[in-house]
């Protein structure tokens, strides 16, 4: 897949949007206790994250195994309390909400998970794996059901719909399960799709097939979606707008374009060195992946966490203070000292 990108027009009616998510301050904690018994630290998955997500707008949240994407992923579902900070849906603070308010909630947000096998039931077939979300969210008409369920699986271009109802997960290929997850994220009717790796179990020549039907789904529903990867050649046929992330933090924000054309910070540069299919300009101006591994989140660096693996490192700068966020250009932000 080609790092070319589509030309996506996200300036127009940018100020004129309503904010649908607000993560303000997020951090997620997990403590460790040392044999079950004292406190012996914390994993600081995320520590500091602030981002904002219009209606109707897709952004991509990229960053290596280990970064903190799942952990905020999982927060933004609800499966996750924040330490602190809020992460706010529609002008509501999710850790207020009361048991049937969290309903309300899940039945606006849609998850499509990574491994679409392990996230379909093996013993129910696809009637009732769609069926399911609609019994838990109140749909009681068994008609309505029923119609939801067709519209759905239409939407996914699976058909016709009656040889798909009666099958059973392993009687269909690793692309038609995505689908069928798809359908069941898209059921509810959500406003926000939360697609952590959707394609990072598929076959290469699936992925933009899934890719375009989710962006197809994204402009006709107006859905707001968080796109989760470790993969920069993905991104340009879905996201408007990259969030990069390292350690726990936001380390680069912008639009599509500035990020690939014109990256700012070390780590995102060393993510596009890695993309599997770079384009020219990037493939001639950042050569070297730089060496080690992404640090202990116990116990992470002092100042820039990129710092022990950064060649541009300001010696008792990025080593002692962390950085504040630079916007070098309208829109393009980056926490790195080399901007100040």
């Known amino acids: 897949m080609s790092l070319a ?21 997020l951090h997620v904690w997990f403590e460790l206790r040392r044999f079950g ?14 981002f904002k997500v219009n209606e109707g707008e897709a952004i991509a949240i990229v960053g290596e195994s280990g970064c903190g994407k799942s952990s905020l992923m999982k927060t933004i579902l609800g499966l996750y309390k924040p330490t602190k900070g809020s992460v706010v849906f529609d002008d509501k603070n999710l850790t207020e909400l009361n048991a049937k308010e969290m309903l309300w909630y899940h039945s606006h947000v849609g998850y499509v998970q990574q491994d679409p096998y392990g996230a379909l039931a093996p ?44 099958k059973f997960p392993h009687m269909l290929s690793g692309g038609q399960q995505q689908r069928i ?9 959500p406003k926000f ?7 990072s179990m598929l076959d290469a020549s699936v992925r933009v097939e899934i890719l375009k039907l989710l962006r197809g789904l994204q402009e006709s529903h107006n859905l707001s ?30 639009k599509v374009r500035q990020i690939l054309d014109n990256s700012l910070h ?3 540069q060393a993510l596009l060195t890695g993309t599997s299919e770079p384009d020219a300009k990037n493939a001639k101006t950042f050569k070297e992946i730089p060496p080690g591994e992404p640090p202990s989140l116990v116990n992470p660096p002092t100042g820039c966490r990129f710092h022990p693996r950064c060649s541009k490192i300001i010696a ?12 070098p250009e309208p829109g393009h932000l980056v926490s790195c000292w080399l901007y100040k």
């Open 5 to 25: 990108v589509k030309d996506i027009d996200t300036e127009k009616n940018e100020n004129t949007k309503k904010v649908l998510l607000t993560i303000d301050d």
């Open 266 to 268: 070390p780590y995102t």
């Open 181 to 189: 997850v798809i359908a069941r994220a898209m059921i509810m009717g």
């Open 316 to 327: 008792g700068l990025c080593d002692v203070e962390k950085p504040l966020e630079f916007e």
């Open 225 to 254: 979606v968080i796109y989760i990867t470790h993969d920069l050649s993905t991104v340009s046929y879905f996201a408007e707008r990259i969030f990069v992330m390292y350690a726990g933090n936001l380390v680069e924000k912008g």
């Open 37 to 50: 018994f004292g406190h012996a630290g914390n994993v600081k998955a995320v520590d500091g994250v602030n």
């Open 193 to 199: 799709l939360v697609a952590d790796e959707p394609v």
């Open 123 to 166: 013993f129910m077939n696809i009637g009732k794996i769609l069926e399911e979300p609609l019994i838990i969210g109140g749909i009681k008409d068994k008609q309505e059901r029923s119609v939801r369920i067709r519209r759905a699986l239409e939407e996914v271009k699976l058909g016709p719909v009656e040889d798909f109802l009666p």
